[in-house]
Every structure is written in structure tokens, then in C-alpha cells.
């Protein structure tokens, strides 16, 4: 029986040892190396392609989608947007319903002074190589006058899409049409209030019940309540620089917070809701953990499984060496 003891040992050592699953959903921390990508302005988790996500950058830079590999902070795929015509201020991305990548055309550096800004379409590749995907231009006003945004989110039950504009005093939540028109104009309008926050992004949680919006310093998490959105928590947020960008991961079960800048890093946070992600989310910004009596969990958790897996591995072998 020494013999597979200490097999066993190994064995438990091995597997505690050996990648988590979750490094292979994409909730990870990364940086993004392209050095193309200097202001990476949105984030999207793809649906598709596990642990992938869609950035692009804010101004002057084209209608370039990249696919970013959160494994290797690589892009493995760039994406050109044809029929969109110049884009002015990208500022938002989101995945909606069937896969389809909607990117927010919506900022306005001049104080909210156009007429008129864009949202654009198109299907999420099914397969991650450079190509150039035609797109559909949806032209969007506001039913209240111009104005600033780069907080953008699809429904993803409805399809419906969300803005929610940019405000040192804090903004609101606009409401599209069930469906955008691609001919004509598609007026928002205000639903509900975004108190106490100069938004600079926005998430809806894949089930469609938790809204987080960010600003460069914090978010709020509230329950999307049919759009009648009621605030749920006030987040902490990593410090990164310039923060903004924010989406939930495919699961749902991370907040994955971006920035902009070269070399931009993409960090982690816990989602809003259950016990655990509730415990932790009001502490997990650049400032001090509340601590205490919070249980394992993640790297944590591996870890210590880890120290008791090495632990019977030494105790087998002092064993084994006793015996000899």
C-alpha cells in the first residue's frame, strides 16, 4: 500500500497544480500588447470563442474591430468594418442577440454638439481571422438634444439597445426603438436616471438582470428591473489609468474592468449578486480589502488546495523513507 499512497499524493499534487479552469474562460487578468490599440475605449466579451474579447480604439483610427486572447493578450483577429463610412468617436462594443457585435459610434469630444451620431452592425466571425465584415449604420438622435455619450448595451434577450450618456453630474439611461431602422433616424429617449457618476462604459449581465455602469474611479450595479433600473451597489474598481471599458464575461460571474493607453491592462473583479461576488465587490478596487471574514475563493482557494495537496506528497514520502 506505500507504493500507491504515495501515487496518490502525486496524483493530488498534479491536479492542484495544473491550470484552473477558469484561465481558459477568459476571466484572467491580461494586458493588451497590440501596439495599435493605444485607447481601447469598450470591451466585449465574445460568445463565440471562450476567453476572447472585442476592443477597439476611441478616435482617428478607422473601422478596425480587434479580437484580443486574453490567454496571450495577443490579437488573433482584426476586423474591418465596410459600409460605415468614417467613424468619429467609437466609444462603446456590445454583443447582442445571435451573436451580432453592435459598436457605439456615440462620442461627442465637443460637448455634445452633432446632430446626429451612429451605431453600427454586424455578425460576430465565426472563425478569428483578419477579414473585412459589411456592417449596418443605424443613425441615432436623442428625443432631449445632442449630447455626449460612451456607455452602449444590447438587451440580450430583447436586442434592444441602450445608451447612457456622459455627465460630470451624472447622466441617464436612453431607450432605442424595439428595432433599429436602418433608413431614417432612430430617436432615444431618457428612462431612468444615472445619478452620481460620469459614465464612460456600461454592462449588462448575459441573463439580462444586472446593469453595472462605470466611470473612471467607480460603478454602480443596479438591477435592470425591465429598464426601470433600481441601484442594486456601489462598486469598487481596479485603478488602471484612464478607465473605460467594462463587460461582464461570458458566464457572467466577472466584471473584466480595461483602460486605455499602450499596454493597457484588463483586471478582474467579482460580479454583483450571490453570497460570494456580494461579499467582495464593494472591496475590490485599488484601495484596501475589507477582509476578515471572507472565505477562499480563486487564486486563494488553488492555492491552498495546492499546500495540502504538497503536504500529503511530503508526509508520503517521509513515509516511504521510514519504511526503507
Known sequence: MRRPFALLAAALLTG???VPASAADGDEKFTIKDPRITESSGLAASR??????????????????????????????????????????VEAISIGPDD???VGDIGDNL???WPYVWIYRLPEPKKLRDETIKATQYVVKYSDGARDAESL?????????????????GGHLYEGPARLAPSGTNVFRPIAAVPD???????????????????YFGAIAYDWNGGK??????????????????TYTADGKTLMYGAEGADSPVEPQDAPGGDASSASSGSGSSTASDGGGEGLSGNLKT??????????AVLAVRGLRRRR
Open 16 to 18: 492542484a497544480l495544473a
Open 48 to 89: 463565440q470563442h471562450p476567453g476572447i474579447y472585442w476592443t477597439h480604439n476611441d478616435s482617428d483610427d478607422g473601422a478596425y474591430l480587434y479580437a484580443v486572447d486574453s490567454a496571450t493578450g495577443e490579437t488573433v483577429a482584426t476586423i474591418t468594418m465596410s459600409g460605415v463610412g468614417s467613424p468619429r468617436d
Open 100 to 102: 451580432q457585435i453592435y
Open 111 to 113: 460637448g455634445g454638439s
Open 153 to 169: 448595451v444590447v438587451h440580450p434577450k430583447t436586442g434592444r439597445v441602450y445608451i447612457v450618456d456622459k455627465n460630470e453630474k
Open 197 to 215: 457618476l460620469e459614465a464612460t462604459d456600461a454592462t449588462l449581465s448575459p441573463d439580462g438582470e444586472q446593469l453595472v455602469v462605470r466611470s
Open 229 to 246: 433600473i433600481k441601484k442594486r451597489e456601489r462598486l469598487g474598481v481596479p485603478f488602471l489609468g484612464q478607465g473605460e471599458s467594462v
Open 303 to 312: 492555492g491552498a488546495i495546492a499546500a495540502g495537496a504538497v503536504l500529503v
